[in-house]
């Protein structure tokens, strides 16, 4: 055994990454395939139903029948409402800049997906007779998540919030469940309430991008996942540590490039010793990020402490090659004019609040409404 002992320890991690690597290429292929069949699926049905008279009772007859027959034949997945989503999903993805105005009139084989691991696969092929009388044409079909990423997706009525989502999904490796919490918490609305208007715009398009500070604030933040009931009495050392606690959440409820450095990260001035509630490093602008805590109204006391934390960290702790420190004050109440008034107007540190449950989305979307129309007026 001792002979093998040497090679094996090099040959087995190899051989280890390569099966786990061609099960997740399997896994990927297999989600794809789903996604297409399912899009295929859903055009084929709009398009017979387009070939029928009255087409509220002519699709729901067809869909009805076309359900018995593939129950019969392949099982479970075929229910009237899993073909009813198909088509849905067929008719909210197939206008331009989605996935596509039309698909291949010809299958995918498990070959043609296995030509790219990426999981941003692009699937080519070539269109045939349909019985509409297309002409032949080649044809680009992007899929970027699983068929259980677009089901909840097809959900959310308007496109540009809808695309968002998608981007962030794919961008950031959203779970299913990572998705519907960032939507129940109104990551889209939040974000925008935080941005100009160009970066709201920008928000469909691209996805969420950090290249200033002001993109790393969410308006308010929220941390319902800690499970601290908001009518019960607690500290800041208590919230800090629900915090700590659950850290992997927090960090998906920041954003993205976070690196969490340290809590009550200590530094001394002049024989006095200061403490900084929380300390993360943000790789995406390449400088440190310093979060404070605070359980009551914002003071001015707050903003000058805060202000105080970024100079030290600039001036000693921060490389040259780095960028300028930031400083967010979490807050359950802030004072806007108050922050206006005490910070000057370069000041890189700023103040959010934070509420311990699920916002109402409602409420958000006519508070950005209301803000949309008073920059457009």
Request: one cysteine or more; charged letters at 30%; aromatic letters at 10%.
């Amino acid at each position: 055994m001792g002979d093998v002992a040497k090679p094996l320890a090099a040959l087995f991690p190899r051989v280890r990454e390569l099966v786990l690597s061609a099960r997740r290429a399997a896994s990927r292929t297999v989600n794809l395939l789903q996604v297409v069949t399912n899009f295929e699926i859903g055009r084929l049905i709009v398009e017979q139903e387009q070939q029928g008279g009255e087409r509220a009772a002519y699709g729901k007859a067809l869909l009805k029948e076309l359900s018995t027959r593939l129950t019969a034949e392949f099982g479970r997945g075929f229910s009237e409402d899993n073909l009813s989503l198909m088509r849905r999903f067929y008719l909210v993805y197939r206008g331009p800049g989605q996935i596509s105005e039309t698909v291949s009139r010809k299958s995918l084989s498990a070959e043609q997906c296995q030509r790219s691991t990426d999981p941003l696969a692009t699937f080519e092929t070539a269109s045939g007779e349909s019985g509409l009388g297309e002409e032949p044409q080649t044809l680009r079909v992007q899929f970027t998540l699983s068929w259980s990423h677009y089901v909840f997706l097809v959900g959310i009525k308007d496109a540009a919030e809808r695309r968002f989502y998608e981007l962030e999904a794919t961008s950031q490796g959203w779970s299913l469940r990572e998705l519907r919490r960032q939507f129940d918490s109104s990551l889209y609305e939040r974000l925008a309430l935080s941005a100009d208007k160009d970066a709201v715009r920008k928000l469909s398009e691209k996805g969420h991008v950090i290249d200033r500070p002001e993109h790393l604030l969410k308006n308010p933040y929220v941390l319902e996942f800690l499970g601290l009931d908001e009518k019960t009495r607690y500290s800041e050392s208590e919230l800090e540590s629900a915090i700590i606690d659950k850290l992997e959440h927090f960090l998906l409820e920041l954003g993205k490039g976070f690196l969490f450095e340290a809590r009550q990260k200590r530094f001394t001035f002049e024989d006095e010793h200061f403490f900084v509630d929380l300390v993360f490093y943000n790789r995406l602008l390449r400088c440190y990020v310093l979060i404070d805590l605070k359980i009551g109204k914002l003071t001015h006391q707050d903003l000058g402490q805060m202000q105080m934390y970024v100079n030290y960290f600039d001036r000693f702790v921060k490389l040259e090659a780095e960028h300028p420190t930031i400083g967010i004050i979490l807050c359950r109440k802030k004072n806007d004019a108050l922050v206006e008034i005490t910070l000057p107007e370069q000041a890189s540190v700023y103040a959010s609040e934070y509420q311990l449950y699920l916002p109402s989305k409602e409420e958000l979307r006519q508070k950005l409404m209301d803000w949309v129309e008073e920059v457009e007026g």
